[in-house]
T-cell receptor
Framework: EAQVTQNPRYLITVTGKKLTVTCSQN?????MSWYRQDPGLGLRQIYY???????DKGDVPEGYKVSRKEKRNFPLILESPSPNQTSLYFC??????????????FGEGSRLTVL | GENVEQHPSTLSVQEGDSAVIKCTYS??????FPWYKQELGKRPQLIID???NVGEKKDQRIAVTLNKTAKHFSLHITETQPEDSAVYFC?????????????WGAGTKLIIKP
């Protein structure tokens, strides 16, 4: 089954304790992206990656890191989480090139609470 | 910078009535306009999209219209049903060589009253 898988789905942590949210897709998509969703603010892009070893900042990259060492994986790293990073996080992927329809496939979301 | 404005932020309609959500975009070069639906506690999923070479697209009870001159596009849902209750997001993109970088609206919470 084609899917984007995020882990963990739920996490409560404390300020300053490094954490990683993993994202993996099995659709051989070149493009992957991370979003955060907050009430009234919609989906805001954190980072995106057009392909392996290529990453770019989105609209709200401060406090986050990403890496793209393999095509299928795109982990989101919070080196020193703060309470303002409490949010619902979505990973998404899509194909690129002439065959791409543009459709984004989202993971199920990871709800992060930073105390 | 480029932005997409979406209205209303909340829309409440009687079951069976129609619902219309409107988005306005700023980049006149945008040529791809998707709509995503997010049910409560679920992930966003694409429900319909339109490209700038057409003015309207329908899929059963949902339709999207595009006015390139005015730079706005709208989602129309007819004969609304309880399962249409969700948050709807519009987006706009300049699609070039298969690359789509979406600019998102803030979302509309659609409530279907029984």
């Amino acid at each position: 089954e084609a899917q984007v898988t995020q882990n963990p789905r739920y996490l409560i942590t404390v300020t300053g304790k490094k954490l990683t949210v993993t994202c993996s897709q099995n659709m051989n998509h070149e493009y992957m992206s991370w979003y955060r969703q907050d009430p009234g603010l919609g989906l805001r892009q954190i980072y995106y990656s057009m392909n392996v070893e290529v990453t770019d900042k989105g609209d709200v990259p401060e406090g986050y890191k990403v890496s793209r060492k393999e095509k299928r994986n795109f982990p989101l790293i919070l080196e020193s989480p703060s309470p303002n990073q409490t949010s619902l996080y979505f990973c998404a992927s899509r194909g690129q090139g002439a065959a791409s329809t543009g459709e984004l496939f989202f993971g199920e979301g990871s709800r992060l609470t930073v105390l | 910078g480029e932005n997409v404005e979406q209205h209303p932020s909340t829309l409440s309609v009687q079951e069976g009535d129609s619902a219309v959500i409107k988005c306005t975009y700023s980049d006149s070069a945008s040529n791809y306009f998707p709509w995503y639906k997010q049910e409560l506690g679920k992930r966003p999923q694409l429900i319909i999209d339109i490209r700038s070479n057409v003015g309207e697209k329908k899929d059963q009870r949902i339709a999207v219209t595009l006015n390139k001159t005015a730079k706005h596009f709208s989602l129309h849902i007819t004969e609304t049903q309880p399962e249409d209750s969700a948050v709807y997001f519009c987006a706009a993109s300049l699609a070039r060589a298969g690359n789509y970088q979406l600019i998102w609206g803030a979302g509309t919470k659609l409530i279907i009253k029984p």
